[in-house]
């Protein structure tokens, strides 16, 4: 089973989706609500992959995938943002993100998009 860690700031978002996760059977072994926890949790927990929102106070998802890829260049970090403009697409390629989801996202998209990645069928999803 594939181990994540779910970083998100909005609570309602973070229960449904780790809910949904665990549905889908992606083992939830962490949740954080800001850059900074996802890079503990990174650094704690060795997750298989991270799923990360963009856009969170204090600590954004920018900070958590630097920190993240700065540990391990490997990680498979996907980003989930609203933000479809291109300076947020440039930023987390630049960044190394290895998938973005779009909100309001498919739900049923994260766990292939995770698996392919997990196990290296693709290095990064193009985006």
Do not use: H, W
């Not at 992959?49 to 996907?78: H, R, S």
């Amino acid at each position: 089973m594939v181990s994540v860690i779910v970083i998100e700031d909005n609570v309602d978002s973070m229960g449904v989706l780790c809910e949904f996760l665990q549905i889908k059977d992606l083992d939830v072994i962490g949740r954080g609500k800001n850059g900074e926890d996802a890079i503990k949790l990174y650094n704690q927990l060795r997750p298989d992959a991270v799923i990360m929102d963009v856009m969170m106070p204090e600590f954004d998802g920018y900070y958590g995938l630097e920190g993240i890829k700065k540990n391990d260049p490997n990680a498979t970090v996907v980003m989930v943002t609203a933000d479809k403009t291109d300076v947020t697409r440039k930023k987390l390629m630049e960044l190394n993100a290895s998938a973005i989801l779009y909100k309001p996202n498919d739900v049923n998209k994260i766990k292939p998009t995770v698996e392919k990645l997990v196990d290296k069928k693709v290095q990064s999803i193009k985006f």
